[in-house]
């Protein structure tokens, strides 16, 4: 087993370690296979300890789906909606504005930013008073998706409405 072939377990101060470790690991079993009748049993052995290993951290793993929360334009940013989650998202994946539809006042975005558990979508003309909804499509490249710091993705949001503050 060639250690390049094993993912990387992180910003682990040992991890380097911890990843040649296993990889030893299963190279001898790998060896121990093809010379013995005991390797269903070296090979089950360390099954059994990574699937402990995995057992022991599985509650450290975040998995919650970030959710919608609510849409806004206020009259300080008249050109804006924001986008309100449950959670922070990760500001390296963005989508392109056509991720997003509005209705109501038909517009196009702009430009899209996420701040946090914001995801701010600008347009080049100002809302008026009116209904406005907004929906959001997950791309299709997983690198444009919604997601969190776990990369748990936004799913799609159906056309909702949006609270207009433009009097």
């Known amino acids: 087993m060639r250690v390049a072939t094993l993912p990387s377990p992180g910003l682990l101060s040992n ?3 911890l990843r040649l ?12 296979a093809g010379r013995n009748a005991g390797k269903a049993r070296n090979a089950k052995a360390l099954k059994d300890f990574f699937d ?16 919608f929360v609510s849409a806004a334009i206020t009259a300080l ?3 804006r909606i924001t986008l309100v989650f449950s959670e922070g998202l990760g500001a390296a994946n963005v989508p392109l504005p056509a991720a997003f539809t509005v209705g109501g006042q ?15 979508l600008d347009f080049t003309s100002n809302f008026v008073a009116g209904a406005v909804t907004v ?3 997950q ?18 949001i159906t056309a909702t409405s949006v609270t207009n503050g433009i009097a």
């Open 139 to 156: 791309p299709t490249p997983v690198a444009e998706r919604l997601q969190d710091a776990s990369n748990n993705y936004v799913a799609s």
């Open 15 to 17: 991890g380097i370690c």
């Open 52 to 67: 402990a290993c995995s057992s022991a951290i599985a509650s450290f793993v975040e998995t919650t789906v970030p959710t």
């Open 77 to 79: 940013a008249p050109k």
């Open 135 to 137: 929906a959001y499509t």
């Open 106 to 120: 038909v517009k196009t975005v702009s430009k899209v930013t996420v701040d946090g558990p914001f995801v701010h």
């Open 21 to 32: 470790e296993a990889a030893n690991a299963i190279s001898a079993v790998e060896i121990n």
